[in-house]
């Protein structure tokens, strides 16, 4: 599932923009979803930093009323989606130069003057932007496989916080929706992990993509979901 994000202060032109995006997900059949809309820049920021999916196209304001204008607000967005398409839909034409200024990497820029040039416009970005994380996807989709008991088992990568030793020589699987305990080592393991695992302690395997953020004074690591594994202060 690909989620779209939206800032708009203006509810006409927000309802605008959903009705265009909507109208080309019931026609095209595409995997899209409209996650978020809102003229709050803070609750964007929210979601994208606590979120597990990082699959998001965002249709951003430029002119926002409140601390942050929507370049500001994708300038920070960029610190925590690295490869989000951003979409800037505005009556300003003037401050598009300011896209290059913070180096957001904007997808388009989009004027809301003429109806029918928005509409095809935001259906050319949301195609292009679907048809880009699908071959992305096709590409990342690789599964972990490991002996569990007398079963080979398949795990999401993406579905794994962490790797820790257990008791009685066990490796505990820390995943979002459950865990599951079998006999084998660290040292195996990580031989068959995506170079985003990273050994973080002589006990742990973390899963760099799903960290919320790390206490170094207590050396400990917060995943998203609030679940917590240790760092070696090596």
Do not use: W
């Not at 309802?15 to 026609?27: A, M, V």
């Not at 500001?72 to 979409?87: F, S, V």
């Not at 962490?162 to 929706?177: A, G, P, Q, S, V």
């Amino acid at each position: 599932m690909i989620d779209i994000i939206i800032c708009e202060d203006n509810n006409i032109q927000r309802k605008q923009i959903e009705d265009i995006i909507l109208k080309e997900i019931n026609t095209s059949k595409i995997n899209l979803h409209i996650a978020l809309s809102t003229s709050n820049s803070d609750e964007i920021l929210k979601y994208v930093i606590n979120s597990r999916n990082k699959n998001f196209i965002y249709f951003l304001d430029v002119e926002l009323e409140g601390n942050i204008n929507g370049i500001e607000l994708a300038n920070t967005i960029r610190k925590y989606d690295l490869n989000g398409y951003i979409i800037f839909v505005t009556s300003h034409a003037e401050l598009s130069l300011l896209t290059f200024k913070y180096k957001v990497q904007a997808m388009d820029y989009i004027l809301k003057f003429d109806e029918k040039e928005l509409e095809t416009r935001i259906i050319d970005c949301l195609r292009v932007s679907y048809g880009n994380f699908s071959k992305i996807n096709v590409i990342e989709k690789k599964y972990i496989t490991l002996n569990i008991g007398s079963d080979i088992v398949n795990f999401d990568p993406n579905e794994i916080l962490f790797f820790e030793t257990y008791k009685n020589h066990k490796i505990r699987i820390n995943m979002f929706n459950e865990n599951i305990e079998f006999y084998c080592s660290l040292k195996k393991i990580q031989l068959l992990l995506p170079e985003y695992f990273y050994k973080c302690h002589r006990s742990y395997i973390v899963n760099i993509r799903n960290i919320k953020f790390i206490d170094k004074s207590n050396l400990i690591i917060h995943m998203n979901n609030d679940n917590k594994c240790y760092i070696s202060k090596r």
